[in-house]
């Protein structure tokens, strides 16, 4: 199951950087003018679970498995993208395409680096990017209640569309009444119900407390997920070996990465779950939605184990590490027979048993 976070801001604010060292990769071009990005880099990360490490190791498995997200660079956006202006129609259908947003701002100040608007002001580049995304969003749900298109929607789909229309106009944020909503709109393709991160860039002499506009940035969004990063750094940390790394991040107070700390909160964001399966031949990580029941989360490792699901076996993460296997956890009591309706937890050590 793959899950998407597109990285969007206004050009020149680090987004290439960023996606090059969350990748490992040179595969983004960064460059000191607008539109370097023209096509969506795409990179799958490794979700770096220790967990599975300590699984791997019990299991003496032969394969380790991460469960994976997909981080996307995309194109950057200017004041005017949802009439086309830049390459506003080919960023916004990639928008449309992501699961999550890490609207990444510029908080640093350089000579070198030019901005678009010729001043630094994080707020104002990321009410640009908010306002062209509602814009698009008018636009669209304007078009599905024209009168023709109107024909093609029942009564219900009317009324959320008008009050979502009423929402946007207003300056507000579009609030989800109920799962049918979100499944409407989602299907249809509006990008201001899609959940979002705020990334602040900093230079690396105000990583550790933040300056001004980060300061900024958090009184103006006060419920908004925000976090600090310096591009930079992690890219920079991206091209080194595990102890040189950690020598690096001594040396500069760094005790967690940026890029460890974006995954986390993207996984948050898209209220995901990790179980985990583990013998011998592989100990891996799957992903699920939150609330996920058993023969669902089954499905993930083979489409027919939905189908011919019987019971699941299941065992906390933390019981496995303690008694060292599943047969002594079952010695202990604490191997557990879960049936259809069981709701997978995060952390879940599952054994499916199937119908052949």
Not at 28 to 33: D, I, K, L, S, V
Not at 198 to 206: A, G, H, M, P, S
């Amino acid at each position: 199951m793959g899950f998407k976070c597109g990285i969007v801001g206004l050009p020149n604010v680090g987004k290439s950087t960023l996606f090059n060292a969350l990748t490992s990769s040179k595969n983004a071009e960064a460059a000191n003018f607008p539109f370097c990005t023209i096509d969506p880099n795409i990179g799958i990360v490794d979700v770096v679970d220790d967990r599975l490490d300590k699984l791997t190791n019990l299991s003496k498995s032969k394969k380790k498995i991460y469960t994976t997200i997909t981080f996307v660079d995309i194109a950057g956006l200017v004041k005017g993208a949802s009439k086309g202006e830049g390459l506003g129609n080919k960023f916004l259908s990639h928008i449309r395409e992501v699961d999550a947003i890490i609207h990444l701002v510029r908080c640093f100040k350089s000579e070198k680096i030019t901005h678009v608007n010729s001043k630094i002001n994080p707020a104002d580049d990321l009410e640009t990017i908010k306002t062209e995304i509602v814009l698009s969003d008018l636009d669209l749900i304007q078009k599905k209640l024209e009168k023709g298109k109107k024909k093609l929607l029942n009564d219900k789909e009317v009324k959320i569309l008008e009050e979502k229309l009423n929402y946007l106009e207003s300056g507000k944020d579009i609030k989800i009444n109920d799962l049918y909503e979100e499944k409407f709109l989602t299907d249809i393709g509006l990008l201001s119900m899609k959940p979002k991160i705020i990334v602040c860039n900093v230079d690396e002499e105000t990583l550790a407390h933040g300056n001004e506009y980060t300061q900024m940035m958090r009184e103006k969004y006060p419920n908004e997920k925000i976090i600090n990063i310096c591009a930079d750094i992690e890219d920079q940390l991206s091209g080194l070996n595990k102890n040189e790394k950690e020598s690096f991040m001594r040396d500069i107070g760094l005790y967690k990465t940026g890029i460890n700390k974006l995954i986390k909160e993207g996984y948050d964001l898209l209220k995901l779950d990790t179980f985990f399966t583990s013998g011998p031949e592989e100990s891996r990580a799957w992903t699920v939605k939150k609330n996920t029941i058993a023969p669902k989360a089954a499905s993930v490792i083979h489409t027919d184990f939905e189908k011919n699901f019987i019971r699941a076996e299941a065992v906390s993460c933390e019981d496995f590490i303690k008694y060292g296997s599943a047969e002594k956890c079952k010695e202990n009591g604490k191997l557990r027979i879960e049936g259809k309706d069981y709701i997978i937890k995060d952390g879940d050590v599952l054994y499916f048993r199937v119908n052949p």
